[in-house]
């Protein structure tokens, strides 16, 4: 073999050998975004279930005990524990679907998403508090 055609035959498996290291490298990083936005989309899963537990057994204790308004304070919690899993559960659609793929098709799904889960965050607020997000809050008795 010549050397001139051992050189470009270097050359080319080098080459090669590059860009199959880029993709490794890329299909790696996709891969621990995903786990990453997966693991997000779990904790949301976590807080929703772990706070309408909690609220639950609070409930339990006060209504053992016959306390005033238990159904409010009830229906606060479980409020509260969906709006701040909802949030996670946005946040791990975000990295998921811009830093992984971002193309039309994809970005749009997230937009309708987002949307939905922002429209559901309004309504449970104004359920909560009974004002909308942008309002000044009233004095809110502590729980």
Known sequence: MRIDAWYQQRLRTTSEQIRVGAREDTVEFQHIVE??????????????????????????????????????????RVGRSILLGLEFLVAGDIIRTVAVAPTYTSV????????????????LELEITGRWPWQKPAAEPED
């Open 35 to 76: 786990l990453v936005g997966r693991a997000v989309d779990a904790g949301g899963v976590a807080i929703i279930v772990v706070g309408i537990l909690l609220a639950t057994v609070l409930v339990a204790i006060r209504l053992s005990r016959r306390e005033a308004g238990v159904y409010r304070g009830y229906r606060r």
């Open 108 to 123: 749009g799904v997230l937009a309708v998403i987002v949307g939905i889960r922002t429209f559901l965050s309004f309504s």
